[in-house]
């Protein structure tokens, strides 16, 4: 398993902007996919992003379509959601995750075997 602090995470208006950061503790994301993940209370959590790290390649859960972009940074060996266009339905705990790469890029948060503690992000109206 890969250690995973997020950061970025905070208070925000309706119509903000904020950028979460995940970084792995200990080993890299090479060879990894890695997933955005959130969870409001008394809900389920969801896909927001992934991103299979050796190619590039993303897909996008409905919550972060349109909205949100999921990035790396190669040199930084960080992960990134940039999240616009913020609203209060997308108040929630922001979870970064992890796996071993596999052919198909997983929206199913089972999949992933690391996990952050997570991230609070809050879109006041």
């Known amino acids: 398993q890969v250690q995973l602090p997020e950061s970025g995470g905070g208070l925000v208006q309706a119509g903000g902007s904020l950028r979460l950061s995940c970084t792995p503790s200990?080993?890299?994301?090479?060879?990894?996919?890695i997933g955005w993940f959130r969870q409001a209370p008394g809900r389920g959590r969801e896909v927001v992003a992934a991103?299979?790290?050796?190619?590039?390649?993303?897909i996008y859960g409905d919550s972060g379509e349109g909205r949100f972009t999921i990035s790396r940074d190669n040199a930084k060996d960080t992960v990134y959601l940039q999240m616009s266009s913020l609203r209060p339905e997308d108040t929630a705990a922001y979870y970064c995750?992890?796996?071993?790469?596999?052919?198909?890029?997983?929206?199913?948060?089972?999949?992933?075997?690391?996990w952050g503690q997570g991230t609070q992000v809050t879109v006041s109206s």
């Open positions: 991103l299979r790290w050796n190619d590039g390649f993303t």
């Open positions: 200990g080993r890299t994301f090479s060879d990894h996919d």
């Open positions: 995750a992890a796996r071993r790469a596999r052919w198909i890029l997983q929206r199913d948060p089972n999949k992933y075997d690391s």
